[in-house]
């Protein structure tokens, strides 16, 4: 079975400090990861996605995210928080059977105080 | 131009009334979804369509009918909307023509619909 966990529903970081966004998955299947942003009355926009290549992968607006197979785990950081990255993230994990289906997180809400 | 355009962006409706909402997409991608999002619960898939011939019910499926007309359009349909319909609604589209496996999905802004 496929699941998706994000561990923490708010964050709240002051601007300029680093942000890390938490997502654990279960998988029958090597999978593919993908992490999301959406903005207010946005729809939900691609910042980064693994898919078997490197484990590090480095995504748009200077966010990046680690696949750890012996974790499990697959979080979002981001050296320097800046306001325009106060959004909603989700974690997204599409089991790599050819099927592309795809299992949501519940979301994580980013919050930066200047 | 958007990709992926749902119409309407809004729509406040009463209880009992059909209800359709539309998406289309200039990608040419050949899957398309449906999903709902509430707060608190992420999204969660409705329908997905594999090509214009193979639609497919997904998580909840219940109160809801969609129709793939073409390969760029989607429509869903509550054929009578209920209070608990309230929601976000999200279309989305992937392409898996390339070959390579779980391609990310596109979404739409969104339409916001509100049942009284």
């Known amino acids: 079975a496929q699941s998706v966990t994000q561990l923490d529903s708010h964050v709240s970081v002051s601007e300029g400090t680093p942000v890390l966004l938490r997502c654990n998955y279960s998988s029958s299947y090597s999978p593919s990861l993908f992490w999301y942003v959406q903005h207010p009355n946005k729809g939900l926009q691609l910042l980064l996605k693994y898919t078997s290549a490197a484990t590090l992968v480095k995504g748009i607006n200077g966010f990046e995210a680690e696949f750890k197979k012996s974790e499990t785990s697959f979080h979002l950081t981001k050296p320097s928080a800046h306001m325009s990255d106060a959004a909603e993230y989700f974690c997204?994990?599409?089991?790599?059977?050819?099927?592309?289906?795809?299992?949501f997180g519940t979301g994580t809400s980013l919050t930066v105080i200047p | 131009d958007a990709d992926v355009t749902q119409t309407p962006r809004n729509r406040i409706t009463k209880t009992g009334k059909r209800i359709m909402l539309e998406c289309s997409q200039t990608?040419?991608?050949?899957?398309m979804y449906w999903y709902r999002q509430d707060p608190g619960l992420g999204l969660r898939l409705i329908y997905y369509?594999?090509?214009?011939?193979?639609?497919n019910k997904g998580e909840i499926s219940d109160g809801y009918s969609v129709s793939r007309q073409a390969q760029a359009k989607f429509s869903l349909s509550l054929e009578s909307a209920i209070p608990n319909q309230t929601a976000l609604y999200f279309c989305?589209?992937?392409?898996?023509?390339?070959?390579?496996?779980?391609?990310?999905?596109?979404f739409g802004d969104g339409t916001r619909l509100s049942i009284l």
């Open positions: 997204v994990v599409s089991p790599e059977t050819g099927g592309n289906q795809f299992y």
């Open positions: 990608k040419g991608h050949d899957r």
């Open positions: 989305a589209t992937s392409d898996t023509r390339t070959g390579t496996s779980n391609q990310p999905q596109h």
């Open positions: 369509s594999f090509d214009v011939k193979d639609i």
